[in-house]
């Protein structure tokens, strides 16, 4: 049966989803680049709206959620949405249209690969770009999605617990970026010279808005407007407060002085983290994966990647990979039925094999993101070429890639 309070929560769930691209991650990673890369940063977020949401429709949704084959894909029985309509699909979600499950599911698909281009911001050319982004929508993004909530998916037919995308979103598009920086390599002067961000407002607004569509993303994945959604909702905010205050109190102590942006990236950490477990966890437990979280990703990006000397952009590797494998791990550990009779108790709660099944799931999407992410980026880099040349750099992305220019002075 239909309910109309679902689909309402649904529906604005999925818009709140799409904010978190555009404007949320636009906003969020364009202001953390120089001024002469803003637009064509900002550009690859709103273009990555556009462009899953077309390939969903026709084969990315049939692909996740499709009739189950080998319980590694789906088939294409739903290619173009057919059959996919107004009836439930009670596989999925039985109160709400088959169709708005569809475009919910649709927005995790559009964001995750938009987290990559954090990674490798700057020098990557926007053709390469675009191909890169369609091939890896499909050929990671979709079967990781199958195998975690996929009906016949063999991590879900395991019990992994993955309450709105640690796994599916976070560490496959983690993992997969910090290859991307590492096969493109460095930006010219890294190192050697300053590249703060140009505009902290913009970053601050995005993370804002990265955080208020949050409760789409993990309260929504309740699929209806219930208990559950309430309580994912609490966990989401508790988290994400815990962290921030954690990563700006660790920079007060660490360098004398708390900084905005290191409390928009502390909070942003925790959303991060708390992802898998939202649906599963007390909100005690929320604060001690936000403090744990914190802890993690300021080391990675404060100190890690420093003494490894590899440039993640924007700590796309460094927050979303590395922040979405503790969430998965710690779900392992904090989960309880009591929270969520769907789930499974964790670790702490006498279930020791449901860390082992997290670990698992966590290992296996980094394996194969790693490598079908390497495969493309060599692939496109030897068909058209993937980063930019020196002279583009140098100039900047939004003329080079563009022809625009985000600040304009007038005479």
């Known amino acids: 049966m239909i309910n109309s309070g679902d689909v309402a929560w649904i529906l604005v769930s999925t818009a709140l989803v799409m904010m978190m691209t555009a404007p949320g991650l636009a906003f969020f990673y364009g202001g953390l680049v120089r001024r002469k890369n803003v637009l064509a940063t900002m550009m690859q ?190 966990a989401t905010n508790t988290a994400a407060a815990a962290a921030a205050l954690t990563w700006m109190f660790i920079e007060w102590k660490a360098i004398g002085k708390p900084t905005i942006l290191g409390g928009a990236t502390g909070a942003v950490a925790g959303l991060v983290a708390i992802t898998p477990a939202a649906g599963f966890v007390t909100p005690l437990s929320s604060i001690l994966i936000g403090v744990a979280v914190a802890f993690v990703c300021y080391a990675a990006v404060a100190i890690i990647k420093l003494k490894l000397a590899y440039d993640d952009s924007l700590d796309a590797f460094g927050v979303h990979g590395v922040g979405g494998t503790l969430g998965a791990l710690l779900t392992g550990l904090f989960a309880q039925k009591i929270v969520n009779p769907a789930g499974n108790n964790g670790l702490f709660f006498g279930n020791p094999a449901q860390f082992a099944i997290q670990a698992t799931g966590v290992l296996a999407t980094m394996a194969y993101s790693i490598v079908v992410t390497f495969i493309l980026l060599k692939a496109i880099d030897a068909l058209i070429g993937i980063r930019v040349t020196d002279e583009d750099e140098t100039v900047g992305l939004d003329i080079t890639q563009h022809e625009e220019s985000a600040y304009t002075l007038l005479d």
């Open 45 to 234: 977020s709103f273009f990555v709206l556009c462009l899953i949401s077309i390939q969903w429709i026709l084969w990315g949704y049939s692909l996740a959620f499709g009739p189950d084959k080998g319980h590694l894909i789906g088939s294409l029985a739903w290619f173009g949405l057919k059959g996919v309509g107004m009836a439930p699909n009670p596989d999925y979600a039985s109160t709400i249209p088959h169709l708005l499950f569809m475009a919910y599911q649709m927005m995790f698909a559009v964001i995750t690969p938009g987290l990559i281009t954090g990674a490798f911001a700057e020098r990557m050319k926007f053709s390469g770009y675009v191909i890169f982004t369609l091939l890896w929508a499909t050929l990671v993004y979709d079967p990781v999605c199958h195998w975690v909530w996929g009906m016949g998916g063999w991590l879900r037919n395991m019990g992994a617990l993955d309450f709105a995308g640690g796994t599916v979103v976070h560490v496959s598009s983690g993992i997969s970026a910090l290859v991307c920086a590492l096969y493109l390599g460095k930006r010219r002067g890294y190192g050697k010279e300053p590249m703060p961000p140009h505009n902290l407002p913009l970053t601050i607004l995005g993370a804002s808005l990265l955080w208020f569509g949050w409760f789409g993303f993990n309260a929504g994945s309740a699929l209806g407007a219930n208990e559950l959604a309430v309580s994912a909702f609490i």
